[in-house]
């Protein structure tokens, strides 16, 4: 191609460093190419909430015109940004890789309460004009209050230092890019299957002209087309539903090591509304999004009833998302907790460079014992659970496990290679499974200690319910000592160990991503009644 491209842009600074990334990748591959500032009414009008917005162009109509005009070569968007169905004569060329999708919560200092989840404060006011996040962080924290927030990064951020709020919420694609100094805030980050993002959210999309195919072979050997692929998936269930781009509809799907494919879905009817979140895996992307739209039928009957073998709080997720269809709660646990020691050494955790958790029970049992932890000692626990609870004494987790499977072996070992050659303490049940332990290198020291154990309730009800949640391997060993399944009940298991004990009597059951009330949502939610 002998031309000169012209490469149109809004003109904010993450807008421009977009463009230009695009015109780097195009110099990459030999083409030469500039770059062209246009003005839409989205960066003008800044009064109106976004969803007001929504299907009017504000952002892409100016720049669409010029291209259809002739006027630039090509436009450079954030994909999450633009509409599913392209404006006759125009067409998506090509899109990058994906930055991290996660979302990131800005707060401010004097704002952090790290024993709540999100490390926000009791009712603190979060900026935000997504409708998606609204929904999903009301789900997590139904305390917190919101107020709209418009402007580029820059307007936003010193709106958070100007104390019109405790806290933002922005894209993590959009800090990282422009490498803004957040150095004065506490950022928290939201992985993208605890609030899942906005479909095709961290892409950038090249449009063209769907004439110009010459241009459009000229950018294939910048296409990510596995990006495409996962992407594909997300907008086409935003197309589905015929939800614009601020719609409480968030959708993410990624490929795993193993070459298969999983999606996260979450769609409320309003910001206000406890939404619904799906959980797939796929061997393809082919008819993900149908399999999707299909389990968000209206007239698919939920479960009526649900036991799950702990006590669960009326004010939590799980008992928030059944009392959401008026689902009846059996939540009673099936074993007694005992201690099995009544004092640390103190010289034990002095040598410990990691302490780990694998459970909610561990975490409870070792701050009874009142434990001085040094400085340097850091915190790991197996997934979102143990997680929120670390929080409640003041600490939190240096690694978790909850963006990692639903294995457990595989947790294990990326904990392995992190803590190669330190030591870890590790807190557990008597009789617990060894899976953190197995996988450790020879060149780790580990410190193993039984800090409890629990002992089976002798006599235990059956239960009527249609889905039965068991938490853990000794609640299966409790309950089947003397019930059987009814014919049409259901089983989830929370984590691979429980799983696996339900698999040895040869029952089917369905395991959660997340061994978390999260992840049980999805589960109930994916079940055929």
């Not at 720049?63 to 392209?86: F, R």
């Not at 958070?160 to 150095?183: F, N, P, Q």
């Not at 000794?474 to 004990?501: M, W």
Request: glycine fraction near 6%; hydrophobic fraction near 40%.
């Amino acid at each position: 191609m002998n031309r000169k491209l012209i490469i149109g842009t809004r003109g904010s600074q993450l807008a421009l460093w977009q463009a230009n990334f695009i015109k780097d990748r195009l110099a990459e591959i030999g083409v030469e190419a500039e770059l062209k500032i246009i003005k839409t009414q989205g960066d003008i009008i800044q009064h109106l909430r976004l969803d007001k917005l929504e299907g009017k162009g504000f952002f892409t109509k100016e720049l669409e015109e010029e291209l259809l005009s002739g006027q630039i070569d090509l436009a450079v968007h954030s994909h999450k940004d633009l509409p599913t169905v392209n404006p006759p004569g125009l067409i998506i060329a090509c899109v990058s890789e994906r930055e991290d999708p996660s979302e990131v919560i800005i707060i401010h200092k004097d704002c952090v309460d790290i024993k709540k989840r999100l490390s926000l404060k009791h009712n603190a006011t979060v900026g935000t004009s997504s409708n998606r996040r609204k929904a999903q962080l009301l789900s997590l924290r139904p305390d917190l209050e919101f107020t709209d927030l418009r402007g580029n990064l820059q307007t936003r951020i010193q709106k958070l230092r100007d104390e019109k709020y405790d806290a933002i919420v922005l894209a993590k694609a959009g800090v990282t890019r422009i490498e803004m100094d957040l150095s004065d805030f506490h950022l928290e980050e939201i992985p993208p299957i605890e609030v899942i993002p906005a479909p095709a959210q961290g892409v950038l999309a090249v449009q063209i002209r769907e004439s110009d195919r010459e241009l459009f072979d000229l950018l294939q050997p910048i296409n990510d087309t596995e990006v495409a692929k996962t992407i594909g998936v997300e907008r086409k269930v935003l197309n589905m539903f015929d939800a614009g781009c601020h719609a409480p509809l968030g959708c993410y799907c990624r490929k795993t090591a193993e070459g298969k494919y999983e999606a996260w879905t979450s769609i409320a009817e309003d910001n206000e509304d406890f939404p619904n979140r799906y959980y797939l895996q796929d061997d393809t992307t082919e008819g993900m999004a149908d399999k999707i739209f299909a389990k968000y039928n209206k007239d698919r009957k939920l479960p009526s009833s649900v036991f799950i073998t702990r006590d669960l709080d009326e004010n939590s997720y799980l008992a928030r998302y059944l009392a959401k269809y008026n689902i009846q709660i059996d939540a009673r646990s099936l074993i007694k907790i005992f201690p099995t020691i009544n004092k640390l050494d103190s010289f034990i955790l002095k040598r410990a460079d990691w302490i780990f958790f694998n459970s909610k029970n561990a975490i409870d049992h070792f701050f009874k014992l009142e434990p001085y932890i040094l400085k340097k000692t850091k915190l790991a626990v197996l997934g979102r659970g143990s997680e929120d609870a670390l929080r409640k004494y003041d600490r939190v987790a240096d690694f978790s496990g909850d963006n990692l499977g639903i294995k457990t072996e595989d947790i294990a070992k990326e904990f392995a290679k992190l803590v190669d050659g330190q030591t870890v303490f590790i807190p557990r049940a008597k009789d617990s499974l060894m899976s953190i332990q197995n996988a450790l290198t020879e060149n780790t020291q580990v410190i193993d200690m039984p800090i409890y154990e629990t002992v089976l309730e002798e006599e235990v009800d059956k239960t009527n319910a249609e889905v039965l949640i068991f938490t853990s391997p000794s609640n299966v060993e409790a309950y089947f000592r003397e019930n059987l399944v009814d014919p049409g009940q259901k089983i989830i298991c929370i984590g691979h160990s429980t799983a696996k004990a339900i698999e040895a009597m040869g029952l089917p059951y369905t395991l959660p991503f997340t061994p978390d009330e999260l992840g049980l949502a999805e589960a109930i939610f994916g079940l055929e009644i």
